[in-house]
C-alpha cells in the first residue's frame, strides 16, 4: 500500500489537516472573548454619553450669544405701535418674536393667486415712462397666433469645399487656385 492509504488505515480512514502547514500562510485560530465585547460595549456608551453632554453644554452656553437684544430704537418702535393697536406688534412684543408666523398659509396663498389671476387677466402699465404695459394672457396668445414669434434673420451659409477641388475656398487657406508657376 501507499503512504496515503497507510495514513488513512491508521486514523479510522478518514485524512486530517491539522498537521499541515505552509510558509506564510496563517489563520486566526482563537474567538473573541465574551468580556472583550462586553468592555468594548461599555466604553461605547459612556463615550457617547460624554460626546452628548458635551454637544448639549456647548448649546446651553451659545444660546444667549446667538439672540442679542434689539437695540433702543426698535423696542420704542414696537411699544409704539403697540399704543396704537396693532395686534401684530403686540403679539411681537409679548411672545418676542422675531419673525411672524404665517397664521393662514391657505388664505395667503388663495389671495396670491387671485391678485396673480386679476394681473393676467387685466391691461395695465409695466412701466409707464418707457411705455411697457401687459396685456391680458388671452390676447397675448392671440397676438402671437396672428403675427408668428418673432425670428432673426437667416445668416449667409459658410463656404463649402468640395475636397481637391480648389471650389469655395479663399485661395490661401488649403484651397483654392495655384498660382500660375506651379501648375
Known amino acids: ?8 488505515h491508521e486514523h479510522g480512514g478518514t485524512l ?17 472573548s465574551g468580556t472583550a465585547i462586553f468592555v468594548f460595549m461599555i466604553i461605547l456608551v459612556v463615550t457617547t454619553a460624554v460626546i452628548a453632554l458635551g454637544v448639549w453644554g456647548y448649546y446651553a452656553f451659545t444660546a ?20 396704537n393697536g396693532n395686534e401684530v406688534e403686540r403679539y411681537k412684543e409679548q411672545h418676542n418674536a422675531q419673525v411672524m408666523i404665517q397664521p393662514d398659509d391657505q388664505g395667503d396663498m388663495r ?20 411705455g411697457v404695459v401687459h396685456i391680458p394672457i388671452d390676447a397675448a396668445i392671440k397676438a402671437v397666433a396672428q403675427k408668428g414669434l418673432p425670428v432673426r ?11 481637391a477641388s480648389g471650389d469655395g475656398t479663399p485661395a490661401g487657406n488649403a484651397g483654392g487656385t495655384r498660382p500660375e508657376s506651379r501648375q
Open 1 to 8: 500500500m501507499s503512504k496515503k492509504h497507510d495514513h488513512e
Open 16 to 32: 486530517h489537516f491539522e498537521q499541515i502547514s505552509h510558509h506564510g500562510v496563517a489563520y486566526e485560530n482563537r474567538d473573541l
Open 64 to 83: 444667549g450669544k446667538n439672540n442679542p437684544e434689539p437695540p433702543l430704537s426698535a423696542l420704542q418702535e414696537q411699544r409704539q405701535a403697540t399704543q
Open 111 to 130: 389671495q396670491f393667486k387671485e391678485k396673480e389671476d386679476q394681473v393676467l387677466s387685466s391691461y395695465g402699465w409695466v412701466d409707464q415712462n418707457t
Open 153 to 163: 434673420p437667416a445668416q449667409p451659409a459658410p463656404a463649402k469645399a468640395e475636397f
